[in-house]
């Protein structure tokens, strides 16, 4: 894959703005893990491979095990996550998979998570969807390659 961007240098900055958001996001009250895994879990659905490069190194380094990462991709039935993961992880993927059907973030999903979380963590958790699918779709759309590191 030849990423479509070589002269990242005259692309527009979106830093400030990444950052604030990030800052909302990570002071929102919820657990850096749980942040990271929905992170993750929308980057691996998206299929962007520079997302899912950073988010393992990101998960990891916020104290994510092996066997979680691992074991993400079928987060349903696999007893290494907790009620309140699930919930941020359910909430992820109806959130990423907006076209699949009408209402994807359904009633039942959003009460769930509210069970685990209040509203400002709420705000954290869909601030978290949005700027990944944001940059899950620039970097497949720019053939970004996992590791790339732009300045």
């Known amino acids: 894959m030849t990423a479509r961007i070589h002269d990242t240098a005259v692309q ?72 309140a993961e699930r919930a941020a992880l359910a909430l992820t993927e109806a959130a990423t998979r907006l076209s699949d059907r009408p209402g994807a973030v359904t009633d039942e999903i959003w009460a769930e998570a509210s069970k685990h979380y209040d509203e400002r963590q709420l705000g954290a958790l869909v601030l978290m969807v949005a700027i990944t699918n944001f940059f899950n779709r620039i970097n497949t759309t720019l053939r970004v390659p996992a590791g790339t590191k732009w300045d």
Not at 31 to 52: D, F, K, W, Y
């Open 12 to 83: 527009p900055d979106i830093t400030a703005g990444v950052q604030h958001i990030f800052k909302e996001v990570y002071a929102g009250g919820v657990p850096r893990r749980t942040l990271e895994l929905m992170h993750l879990r929308a980057s691996q659905i998206n299929g962007c491979s520079a997302c899912v490069d950073a988010g393992t190194t990101s998960a990891t380094k916020a104290g994510v095990g092996a066997e979680k990462l691992l074991a993400l991709a079928a987060w349903y039935e696999n007893p290494l996550f907790d009620d």
